[in-house]
Structures are given as structure tokens and as C-alpha cells.
């Protein structure tokens, strides 16, 4: 029944339904809200349908609204919400999925629920600071590269043109007069370079495994980004095992979950390896022991909880802790970075200025001595 209404739905589904379904898909908020009032629902024990009936009637984005009415069609109050989930795999991670089809066995759903909507706001809340990490530098870059196109391009011309002879100028003028000149006539060729090398890019991460598996062996040996990097992927590792583990996942099927949401392709690779090895009765210790990709007290973290079967709270606060540390080393990167931008621009303003006033340092002295 499920996947003939799935195949249903994606072939009435047309081109242009897709790009406003891109265009107007709910954002992180929205998704968050959901998962919360549904905790709620579950807790005060009301029936799936009628829970998103309920959330239906607050809910004011347009496309989200339409995928709460779908499901009050469809879904009822025997069959699994997670199977009618599959159907929005733009929306709904195959994780998320994965934790609630466990919930509805387990009966903890409420719990779950809330779990989720925890990890995505910290999620959410880490990809903020990585992105405001960003926002400085490049917009600060950004501005300095204008000012030098429009200096190369307005002015720096017109006051070279003062000067009688060219070929007596400076070699930093010179330099920068052939900057000028390519500016000003192949400026288009400077804006598709730096478009093809951003598409490129992300072609080549996408299509080339060996190009991925070195620019992600990159970002986990690049100087202060190795330590950000393993941080980041510990985190997410931790904090999802924990979230399945209390959901009553099974080990595989909750490593398998985990590999297919971690971005870095070495981690995903350890992470299933690990995996088969559990299936053929080695120990989740054996086979993350060695492995460089995670912390020594992570590794004993697992080594107890493989002992006992009762990790409590520990493994939760290993997620957490990797994610303070994480956030305090982005604030200490965002200060190391900026007298490094500064020593940046006052390059450019040199270069420009030297360019400018050495020649006409050469022409005052040649006024003076006449």
C-alpha cells in the first residue's frame, strides 16, 4: 500500500510542483515545531491522526501544511507513521525515520520525539556557527577585492596618466598598470574562473570518490581544521548513537543510520567497517580501538558500555562535551583568523598606494632637481 502510493505521488507530481516544492520547502523551524508538538501529542497518549490534526491548525507555512493534510489522509491509527514518513525523504532524514519506526516498538515515542528535535536545533545551532565563522572573513575579502577592481579600473589609470613616459615607472606600477589593463578588458574571464572552480568543486566531490576521500583526508590533517573536523564528526557520532541506542535500535542498524548521515567519507567507511565487524562477533572495541579517527576516551567509553550493556548518561555527555569544545575552538578560530584578514588588507592598501606614490615620489624629485 505504501509504495503504490508512493510511485503514485511522484509521477503526478510535475516539474513545476518540484521547484515550488523547492522553492517553499518548510525550513528547520518548522521541522523542529513538528517534531516537538508531536512529543507532545504522544505524551497526553492521542491518536496519530488526531495529533496532526492538532499541529495542522497551528501550523502557518504553506508547504508544511500540505504535507500535515497528506498525512491526515493516509495515515491512520494502525498503521506506522514512520512507513508514511519514507514518502518525504527531502524532509524527513532516513535516520529520523529509523529512530521512530524503533519508538513505535518500543513504545518511548514521546522521548524520541523529543530527542530529535533537541539534535536538530544543536545541529542547527553548530551550522549557525560555522557559517558566522565564515561570514567575516569572506565578506571582508570580498569588500577588498572590490576596492581594488575599482582602483585598478578607476583610478589608478588616471593618475598614472600624468606621468610622460611609461616605460620609466616603477616595476610595482608596471605590475599593477597590466592588472588594470586585464581588468578592464577581461573582467568576464576573472567571473567565470571563479564560478568553474566553485562548480567544478562541487562536481568533483560529488562524482570523483578519490578527489572526496582527499579533500576530506585534508580537512582531518589541515592544521587547527584537523581538530574541528574530528570534533565535529565525534560529536555526531556520539550524540546519534545515544539518540538510537535509547530508542532500542540495534547496534548495526544504528551504525548503518550513522554512516549514512556523517558527511566525512573516512569516518562513514571506519563507521561501516565497524559495523561488519559486529556482524561477524567481533567486538565494537576490537574494531575501534586503533582507529585514529577517534578520541582514546570515547573508545573507552564504548569499551565499558560494551561490557556492562548500561552506558547511561555518559555517552550523552561525551556528545556534549564534544560540541562545547566545538563551539569554543570556532569563537578562538574567528579570533585567530581576523589579524590575519587585517594583515591581508593593509597588503592590498600597500600594493595600490606603493604603485601610486613611488611615481610620483620619482616625478616631484625630477621637479625638484630642475
Not at 27 to 42: C, D, H, I, P, S
Amino acid at each position: 500500500m505504501v509504495q503504490s502510493l508512493q510511485v503514485e505521488d511522484l509521477v503526478t507530481e510535475s516539474i513545476f510542483d518540484k521547484i515550488e516544492k523547492f522553492l517553499n520547502r518548510p525550513w528547520l523551524e518548522e521541522k523542529v515545531n513538528f517534531f516537538r508538538l508531536l512529543a507532545v501529542t504522544q505524551n497526553a497518549w492521542l491518536w496519530i491522526r488526531d495529533a496532526l490534526i492538532s499541529i495542522k491548525d497551528s501550523e502557518k507555512h504553506p508547504w508544511m501544511k500540505k504535507i500535515l493534510e497528506w498525512l491526515i489522509k493516509v495515515v491512520n491509527q494502525w498503521y506506522p507513521l514512520s512507513e508514511w514518513l519514507k514518502l518525504y525523504p527531502w524532509f524527513f532524514s532516513p535516520s529520523e525515520i529509523a529512530l521512530i519506526k524503533s519508538s513505535e516498538t518500543m513504545w518511548n515515542m514521546p522521548e524520541v520525539l523529543q530527542n530529535i528535535a533537541d539534535e536538530l536545533e544543536n545541529f542547527a545551532k553548530i551550522k549557525w556557527k560555522i557559517k558566522s565563522a565564515m561570514m567575516y572573513p569572506t565578506i571582508v575579502i570580498i569588500f577588498a577585492i572590490i576596492a581594488v577592481v575599482v582602483l585598478l579600473r578607476k583610478v589608478v589609470p588616471v593618475i598614472v596618466d600624468l606621468f610622460p613616459s611609461k616605460d620609466k615607472l616603477p616595476e610595482i606600477t608596471k605590475i599593477v598598470l597590466a592588472m588594470s589593463d586585464f581588468v578592464k578588458t577581461k573582467w568576464y574571464l576573472i567571473i567565470v574562473f571563479f564560478i568553474s572552480i566553485v562548480v567544478w568543486y562541487k562536481l568533483a566531490y560529488e562524482k570523483i570518490s578519490s578527489f572526496k576521500y582527499f579533500m576530506d583526508k585534508v580537512f582531518l590533517e589541515l592544521p587547527v581544521i584537523w581538530y574541528l573536523t574530528r570534533l565535529f564528526n565525534q560529536y555526531r557520532f556520539s550524540k546519534l548513537l545515544w539518540d538510537f541506542y535509547e530508542a532500542g535500535v540495534s547496534l548495526p542498524e544504528a551504525l548503518w543510520q550513522i554512516s549514512d548521515v556523517l558527511w566525512n567519507v573516512w569516518y562513514k567507511d571506519k563507521i561501516k567497517n565497524i559495523k561488519k565487524d559486529i556482524e561477524v562477533w567481533l567486538s565494537f572495541l576490537e574494531s575501534i580501538e586503533w582507529s585514529w579517527l577517534f578520541d582514546p576516551i570515547l573508545v573507552q567509553v564504548i569499551g565499558i558500555w560494551e561490557q556492562t550493556w548500561n552506558i547511561g548518561q555518559v555517552l550523552q555527555k561525551m556528545a556534549e562535551f564534544y560540541r562545547d569544545e566545538f563551539n569554543s575552538k570556532i569563537e578562538g578560530l574567528m579570533k585567530l583568523i581576523e589579524p590575519f584578514l587585517m594583515a591581508f588588507v593593509a597588503l592590498l592598501i600597500w600594493f595600490i598606494a606603493a604603485s601610486v606614490f613611488l611615481p610620483m615620489a620619482d616625478l616631484i624629485s625630477q621637479i625638484g632637481n630642475s
